[in-house]
């Protein structure tokens, strides 16, 4: 991807833009510490809040799904991804969405596949048969759903894998909000030697394409 398409990606990913730059700033923030550790250490506050920001504003995209169908896991007729050649290919289901199998150390799910979440979000009863841990953060996370303000969880994923594609030590957050449904955002797309759609039709392209049965 050249500079100008990046540039377009980015304004278009505005959740994962914000990560960026508090990330930048805060790396800014260290270094300044060295030299005034006041201006240092008032940079680096930023830039953690500009994380923190985006984490929120990314629970609360989430939790859109709470209210409508568009999160409603298909009962039938949902195409299958295909593995050819390394790459991994996902047809667009007659929702519009892009759906995929998945399984998270080992255990199998659906999965929504979604360009403006900036991380992954996995269901509390998927959280609890893969045996996911809770990763600490030094602030409570609260989400509102249907049913009220609940707290969230931030978790990591020892493994995530589907067609060629394996992702490992992926963090994620379990949303009370989404029910049995799961997503994966941009924090896994992100690793991906690349990705795009033709026609409708989503490739994922790997790094290191793993065989589909291993």
Do not use: C, Y
């Amino acid at each position: 991807m050249d500079f100008p398409g990046l540039i377009q990606f980015l304004t278009q990913q505005p959740l994962l833009t914000l990560a960026f730059v508090s990330i930048f700033v805060t790396a800014v923030g260290g270094v300044l510490r060295g030299a005034s550790p006041v201006l240092g250490g008032f940079v680096r506050g930023v830039g953690n809040l500009g994380l923190v920001a985006a984490l929120l504003l990314t629970i609360a995209q989430v939790t859109r799904f709470t209210s409508g169908n568009d999160l409603a896991l298909p009962q039938i007729g949902m195409p299958e991804q295909s593995v050819q050649g390394g790459e991994t290919r996902v047809a667009m289901d007659r929702d519009g969405h892009f759906w995929l199998r998945a399984t998270i150390n080992g255990v199998p799910s659906r999965f929504l596949i979604d360009t403006g979440a900036t991380l992954t979000a996995i269901s509390p009863a998927l959280a609890e048969a893969a045996q996911l841990k809770e990763k600490p953060f030094p602030q409570a996370i609260m989400m509102r759903t249907a049913n009220g303000t609940v707290q969230a969880q931030l978790t990591s994923i020892d493994e995530l894998r589907f067609g060629s594609v394996v992702a490992r030590d992926l963090d994620a957050v379990v949303a009370p909000g989404l029910g049995d449904a799961n997503v994966i955002g941009m924090n896994l797309l992100s690793r991906l030697a690349s990705w795009r759609v033709e026609g409708r039709t989503l490739i994922l392209v790997p790094h290191h394409p793993q065989d589909e049965n291993s």
